[in-house]
């Protein structure tokens, strides 16, 4: 199968590049576009002076264009594009996680992924409300939902590589990411695509084809006024699952199930016991973008909303197992969670000049609201009269945020300032009833709330918020040609974190024509989120002589954490360090980065610490509490690294050829463990999991290599990706702690785009078309083979993905 597919990708590139350079001398060459056109663009990220592109910027930008993001054969996911498109950008993937199957979270140079401020149109996004304990990278944290914003709807993204607290506030660790939406009038638009994994899956020596997504697109623009625009559009994404689970299950005979029964014809697939791989996703996204002159001002605002449905696939539980309910399931069961995203976002001001400022007044909303449930499921307790469907929580959280900013040209450049009033709250909902509730078969050892959907308890149910205030100000300077430097300060005070005050020092020398130095020093601040000061979850089950336990995570203001020794959190605060240089000549195009980020006091979940039951109890009054987690400011960490990125345009064969080079690498190290002598004698802070998540779970390095070939009929995309090695850990206790290093993995992308007539275009490619997989799981992690392959590796593990798209535009 593999063979084949290297046979087709090669027919396909050369039948294309042939028919393209046939057609040649008819046509006129096209612009360059693209990432290889980046240092041509004037970038708004990094420095409020405007007028400077992405090579003339104090700080290591990324352009990425809508077009770049669409011939990714991303299945309409921006965090997948953006993976592809930035090797310092990392979108981790989860398997049988619950809501990370669905929410899927983004880490900028392998740092946490609530370390990375994400903006629209330079303004705040809002995060999601839904926190996940189950996921490997990013557990414990509630960052923003890429997916959630329209692709259809972006012009570009700006990747700024650097600490940037001191210009846009708490997150900003690790970089920004600005989405910038089109704007202008521009066609009627309707983009569709349909695409499948087809992989030779070596496990079962089967040939699987499934992942089926179908995705369509609709963007069109009015004029308003002379000058004014709205764009808006819609996008609609339908992604079945995929199933990458292993071989025969040797133990299905001793659980009851019958011999013909389909449990046993391997671990995995549609009615088999597990089912590692992606979940059902049905997406639904709607945008506006516009503004209008309105006497000498402009009136602008913002719409996206988006509408997520997802099913992901729980571990099986056998008809005799303490999960079993026979009455209910006689073969057992496998639950199916359930997972709806509703996200809304909104922005609408009013620019205009004000004596010699350019003054931008606005508001920022957004709302995320998260329901998880599953069903094809059981609360054992309940034995016969449990329920199969449940809810299993709902969370919520919310921004409202007042912008005023103003900008003004002085001697030698360009003065910013602003400020800010922000309100955000956080709400999280009981489930139901039967999703928590220990039933009257507990005492006999059957498990406690519903299957793969442990309800959150009345109890732990929460609602907070909190209302910050900030003040900014940058100055860009030029005092001789060649010189730029960049100042920026920024103080914020929140009503539960106290104050913060960053500052900011970057610049940029031009040495000889077209080779400059650059450099940045700042210190950056991320306040605690309110979902990590206030969520708590609680799960039963039965306890050493009949009793019933509680295993919970707490707040580290709640009681439990107070009798801990766990104190409030304290903001995360960082020092970022950076300098490298940047070389043009004509088409030719070099950055290269070094840096270095010191976080102190990085929130995390501490270990599951058991033992403490009567501590707890004499100290709370609350019993029965046997393992317990709680979040804290947990650890010191440093990570160093490098980017390179080159680009190259040329002229070849009638039409344009852009290339682009580019290598990412960024090592974290814990530098020591905070707070361990606060919390009682014993407790463990730091376990080897977490440990591994921040230190070895994300690919330490990335390169990419893609080419572009362009005339008016065709698009040929190709590119080359190595994902660096990663690490699993795993603490099965007692001791036992499996640990398995995976190596590196690449893959080819292609892609054929014609453009048939001025209006229509038809494109075929494929992601990883070689249908490369990562290293098999090694015996003590694959779990007898059921669950072959590892979430790690960025290369996934569902094989190759073909899909053949075409765009009407008039």
């Known amino acids: 199968m593999r063979i084949a597919a290297r046979h087709l990708a090669t027919t396909l590139l050369a039948t294309t590049a042939l028919t393209a350079w046939a057609a ?46 669409a011939r990714t054969g991303a299945y309409g996911e921006l965090g997948a594009a953006l993976q592809i498109t930035a090797p310092s950008f990392n979108f981790s993937r989860q398997s049988n996680s619950s809501s990370t199957d669905v929410v899927r979270m983004g880490q900028l140079r392998g740092m946490n992924p609530d370390q990375t401020l994400v903006l629209v149109n330079g303004r705040r996004r809002h995060s999601t409300s839904v926190i996940s304990l189950d996921a490997k990278i990013g557990r414990g944290t509630t960052p923003v939902d890429f997916n959630s914003i329209p692709v259809s709807a972006i012009e570009r993204v700006e990747v700024l590589r650097d600490g940037a607290g001191a210009q846009y506030g708490s997150d900003a660790v690790a970089g920004v990411i600005n989405i910038i939406l089109k704007d202008g009038t521009g066609p009627t638009v309707i983009d569709a695509s349909y695409g499948a994994h087809h992989t030779e ?51 299905a005979f001793i659980f009851g199930v019958e011999p013909d029964s389909p449990l046993n014809r391997r671990f995995a697939g549609v009615d088999g016991l597990y089912r590692p791989g992606d979940p059902e996703v049905t997406d639904l996204n709607l945008w506006a973008n516009g503004e209008i002159a309105v006497g000498e001002a402009t009136v602008y605002g913002t719409v996206t909303w988006n509408q997520r449905e997802g099913e992901g696939a729980a571990f099986y539980r056998y008809p005799d197992g303490s999960a079993g309910v026979p009455a209910l399931y006689p073969r057992g069961y496998r639950p199916i969670t359930t997972n709806d995203n509703e996200d809304f976002g909104v922005i609408a001001g009013i620019r205009r000049k004000v004596g010699a400022w350019d003054v931008d007044a606005g508001i920022n909303y957004g709302r995320n609201q998260f329901d998880y449930g599953v069903r094809n499921s059981a609360n054992p307790s309940l034995g016969a009269a449990s329920p199969t469907v449940f809810r299993s929580a709902s969370y919520e959280s919310t921004l409202f945020a007042i912008n005023v900013d103003a900008t003004r040209e002085i001697a030698w450049g360009n003065l910013a300032i602003g400020g800010e009033v922000r309100s955000e709250t956080y709400e999280t909902v009981a489930g139901d009833l039967a999703s928590y509730q220990a039933g009257p078969l507990a005492v006999t050892g059957r498990r406690i709330g ?120 304290d903001p995360e605060t960082s020092r970022n360090v950076s300098l490298g240089f940047t070389y043009q000549a004509g088409p030719f195009s070099l950055t290269v980065d070094a840096f270095r980020v010191r976080v102190d006091d990085r929130i995390i979940v501490t270990e599951r610490n058991f033992g403490y039951a009567a501590l707890i109890q004499a100290r709370t009054g609350i019993a029965n509490v046997t393992d317990v987690a709680v979040f804290t400011n947990g650890v010191d960490t440093q990570t160093d690294g490098f980017d390179i990125v080159a680009t190259y345009r040329t002229d070849l064969f009638g039409g344009n050829l852009n290339l682009t080079g580019a290598f990412n690498r960024s090592e974290t190290e814990v530098q020591g463990i905070k707070r361990a002598r606060t919390f009682v004698p014993g407790f463990v802070v730091l376990g080897v999991e977490e440990r591994n998540t921040i230190e070895d779970a994300a690919p330490v390095d990335r390169a990419s290599v893609s080419a572009v070939w362009s005339n008016d009929a065709w698009t040929l995309t190709s590119r080359v990706t190595q994902h660096g090695e990663t690490t699993r850990v795993f603490n099965f206790g007692g001791g036992f702690e499996p640990e398995q290093t995976y190596g590196k993995a690449t893959q080819l992308d292609l892609e054929a785009e014609w453009q048939i007539t001025p209006l229509i275009a038809v494109a075929i490619g494929g992601n990883n078309v070689l249908d490369e997989y990562p290293d098999r799981s090694i015996a003590d992690i694959s779990y007898f083979d059921a669950l072959p392959y590892d979430v790690l590796s960025p290369i996934g593990f569902n094989g190759a993905f073909w899909y053949a798209r075409t765009r009407i535009s008039f």
């Open 24 to 69: 040649s001398p008819a046509l006129a060459q096209t612009a360059p576009d693209g990432a290889a056109a980046a240092e041509e663009v004037v970038v708004v990220t990094g420095t409020r002076t405007p007028g400077r592109t992405a090579i003339q910027s104090p700080v290591p930008v990324d352009v990425i264009s809508g077009d770049e993001i």
């Open 201 to 251: 899956f070596e496990p079962t020596g089967e040939d699987i084809t499934d992942g089926h997504t179908v995705t369509l697109s609709v963007s069109s623009s009015i004029a308003l006024g002379e000058d004014g625009f709205l764009r808006f559009g819609a996008d609609y994404r339908d992604r079945s699952a995929t199933s990458r689970g292993g071989r025969i299950n040797p133990f």
């Open 450 to 569: 519903a299957q793969a959907g442990p309800g959150l308890s009345a109890a732990d149910a929460t609602s907070v918020d909190r209302t910050v205030i900030a003040f900014y100000g940058e100055l860009g300077l030029e005092p001789v040609d060649g010189v730029f430097i960049d100042v920026a300060a920024r103080f914020e005070d929140y009503s539960d974190a106290g104050e913060a005050l960053a500052g900011k020092v970057s610049g940029r020398v031009e040495l000889t024509d077209g080779l400059a130095l650059r450099a940045s020093v700042s210190n950056s601040f991320r306040a605690p989120s309110l979902s990590q000061t206030a969520f708590q979850f609680t799960t039963t089950t039965l306890g050493t002589g009949g009793a019933l336990v509680d295993v919970r995570t707490v707040a580290p203001g709640s009681a439990i954490g107070r009798a801990l020794g766990a104190p409030e959190l």
